[in-house]
């Protein structure tokens, strides 16, 4: 029983009814679940079907921690197991494992709880369920993956960033300092301006007004579009090579040899 359950759970199949079965009915739940919190903030729906609404928060999280115990009392009928203790520790300590804990942590932390500030927090937290998505889409999973294989190439980027961020506060701190010291008063000030400008947002509420900041502003702008560029080159190539490795090889039809 305990390595069906195993089976439905973790090592779905694309022949498995009852998994796929159970992978819809989750989507559906988790959908529903991020519809309930966004509905729930309109305050006339909130005050009309607030009853309906805890309720339906209540069965749902009955469910999830259904669904953790299970994996959690499963996952030891996963190949190459450690033993029953150290195989649901590292099963615990997995990233989608503290996501399916988040699912609904933050409901039972709001239990006895009279602080409406700490409720309003807490409950926002069910949000977090969204990221269950990505244990049942596919999608989500090739995603994974690419952002594993490209993780070097995207820290590489994200540092280059930063490292344009602290240059272009600094740049704009100094020629723009003197002119309007209430809006470049420092380098931390500064930061405002580089990343409204670096990620081509440009709000308009701050801008240099000098020569050389103005300057040094169209250099900057330029520099950030090409920049911001990176990370999402990398993901796309990155995401072309894993479905072209996903796809079965294509043979000749006339010797059957794979085509390259």
């Not at 903030?41 to 669904?67: D, H, M």
């Amino acid at each position: 029983m305990r390595r069906r359950v195993w089976e439905i759970l973790e090592a779905a199949q694309p022949e498995g009814v009852a998994s796929r079965r159970f992978e819809l009915f989750m989507l559906a739940l988790i959908a529903l679940n991020v519809a309930a919190v966004i509905l729930e903030s309109v305050r006339s729906v909130g005050e009309r079907f607030g009853t309906a609404f805890a309720l339906f928060e209540a069965c749902s999280v009955l469910v999830f921690i259904a669904e953790y115990a299970a994996r959690l009392w499963s996952c030891v009928e996963a190949p190459h197991s450690r033993g029953a203790v150290r195989e649901r520790l590292h099963f615990a300590l997995r990233p989608m494992a503290l996501v399916d804990l988040m699912g609904f942590a933050p409901f039972l932390a709001t239990l006895g709880t009279a602080d409406m500030r700490v409720l309003r927090v807490l409950r926002l937290l069910r949000l977090v369920r969204l990221l269950k998505v990505g244990r049942y889409l596919a999608a989500f999973v090739l995603l994974r993956r690419v952002l594993q294989a490209k993780r070097e190439e995207l820290i590489m980027s994200i540092a280059l960033t930063f490292v344009l961020l602290i240059v272009a506060s600094s740049i704009m701190y100094f020629a723009e300092g003197e002119a309007q010291p209430d809006k470049f008063s420092s380098i931390p000030a500064s930061m405002w301006w580089a990343v409204a400008t670096l990620t081509t947002v440009g709000y308009g509420d701050v801008y240099p007004v000098t020569m050389l900041g103005r300057v040094a502003g169209g250099v900057l702008a330029l520099l950030g579009i090409g920049l911001f560029a990176l990370p999402t080159a990398i993901l796309g190539s990155g995401l072309v090579e894993a479905v072209q490795s996903a796809r079965p090889p294509q043979e000749c039809p006339h010797c059957g040899h794979p085509v390259r």
